[in-house]
């Protein structure tokens, strides 16, 4: 049983930064391919980035890519999620995810675990 708490979101201008983190319990943390996930109001959550277990492969969203930055720190249980030129339709509950055996999962009925969420709120 892996338990997932998001932390790191907030409002922010356009152009702007926010780095989200997601704290894993667990001893085997080591052993999870991470993801982020997001919701925007009244549409489906999508994808947004993922990290193998041992942080060797990562995978993005076009709409993402070369603006976010999907990392993990195994020692500390955590994953996060640098957000760089924040975009208002970047606004969203953002989410963390696990699953354990899989390299760089894509795809939401991949994973089997999911924390809370956090609001991203950019402004333009």
């Known amino acids: 049983q892996v338990q997932l708490v998001e932390s790191g979101g907030g409002l922010v201008q356009a152009g702007g930064s926010l780095r989200l983190s997601c704290a894993a319990s667990g001893r085997t943390f080591s052993s999870y391919a991470m993801g982020w996930f997001r919701q925007a109001p009244g549409k489906e959550r999508e994808f947004v980035a993922a990290i193998s277990w041992s942080g060797g492969s990562t995978h993005y969203a076009v709409s993402v890519k070369d603006r976010f930055t999907i990392s993990r720190d195994n020692a500390k249980n955590t994953v996060y999620l640098q957000m760089n030129s924040l975009k208002p339709e970047d606004t969203a509950v953002y989410y963390c995810?696990?699953?354990?055996?899989?390299?760089?999962?894509?795809?939401?009925?991949?994973?089997?675990?999911w924390g809370k969420g956090t609001l991203v709120t950019v402004s333009s």
């Open positions: 995810a696990a699953v354990s055996d899989i390299v760089v999962p894509t795809t939401r009925d991949q994973y089997d675990y």
